[in-house]
């Protein structure tokens, strides 16, 4: 399968999570996402309101992620921080699992923790991703945790915060895609830097590609990008 730079765009979401992102730089992130028709912007909930007015009257969504990058905020946190996002204009929302819940086993806590969010977003008409931030898991606990999406009606399984130690693996999104079948979409996040890595992670399975590196690989160009 051979994609030509457009057809790229359309998987990904255009990113900027890092911790001293200035409104400079969110500016720049939404110039380019506009300029080359990526499917959202994704980035940090206290610039969702700038990034929702700065893509108005474009093609391009604007996401913003929750309970960012650890994950393991209260339940009711993610869930108010989601309703906020929402009512600042987000589109999607890429919620991060609490990892140390299911560690723990404490599988109705960890389960409640995405189906709280899932309520907030089902109730806005928004589309939930959630982050399993893979490099932390077991191949056993990725199964897992993508059947729990599965049954709980999510749209997205994803990878990847890109803040721990690894980021996507094209055999974890194979997983992930054999788990959840096509009922949901595959987002691959963390570390996809160039045209080469988001052909083997769309082949793989993925649906959407969240990167810091969107420029580059429509352009076929080297990413200077360290982040996500």
Do not use: W
Not at 1 to 15: E, G
Not at 66 to 76: M, N, Q, R, V, W
Not at 105 to 121: A, E, P
Request: net charge neutral; aromatic share 6%.
């Amino acid at each position: 399968m051979s994609l030509q730079p457009i057809d790229y765009a359309k998987f990904i979401d255009h990113t900027l999570l890092k911790m001293d992102a200035s409104e400079n730089e969110i500016r720049t992130l939404c110039q380019q996402a506009i300029e080359h028709h990526f499917f959202s912007v994704c980035v940090n909930s206290c610039y969702v309101p700038l990034v929702s007015k700065l893509l108005a009257g474009s093609d391009v969504k604007t996401c913003s992620v929750i309970g960012f990058p650890l994950g393991s905020c209260l339940t009711s946190v993610k869930a108010f921080e989601t309703k906020a996002a929402i009512e600042a204009g987000a589109d999607e929302i890429d919620m991060v699992i609490n990892v140390g819940f299911l560690k723990s086993h404490r599988m109705d806590d960890f389960i409640d923790d995405i189906r709280q969010v899932k309520k907030v977003t089902q109730a806005n008409g928004k589309l939930l991703k959630v982050i399993l931030e893979t490099c932390l898991l077991t191949k056993d606990e990725i199964k897992l945790v993508s059947e729990i999406c599965r049954d709980l009606q999510v749209e997205f399984v994803k990878t990847s915060t890109g803040f721990s130690y690894g980021g996507a693996l094209v055999e974890d999104v194979r997983l992930m895609r054999d788990t959840v079948g096509s009922q949901l979409g595959v987002k691959a996040s963390g570390g996809i830097r160039d045209k080469a890595t988001a052909q083997a992670m769309i082949e793989a399975g993925a649906t959407r590609l969240g990167c810091s590196a969107g420029v580059a690989i429509v352009s076929g160009t080297k990413s200077n990008s360290n982040g996500y």
